[in-house]
């Protein structure tokens, strides 16, 4: 995902518009995270509402550029 999908020139445009977020699920560091934010399984995408941090949306899986886009103007 990192090497494919977010380098690519695709997601140019939402430079800005999104903070990104990386979490190790295996790090004991980030079980708070984890329990605040329950996966389902790896990867997991979420879109976070920034004032009530609820989670708006969630995908499961990987995920194109073409999905990822998709699927953050449906969020």
Do not use: C
């Not at 708070?32 to 004032?51: A, C, N, R, S």
């Amino acid at each position: 995902m990192h090497a494919y999908v977010f380098t690519d020139a695709g997601l140019a445009k939402r430079a800005g518009q999104f903070a990104w977020l990386s979490v190790d699920t295996d790090d004991a560091k980030n079980v708070e995270f984890l329990k605040k934010y329950p996966t389902q399984g790896v990867p997991t995408f979420l879109i976070v509402d920034p004032v009530t941090e609820t989670p708006l949306q969630a995908w499961y899986g990987t995920i194109t550029v073409t999905q990822l886009n998709g699927w953050l103007d449906a969020g």
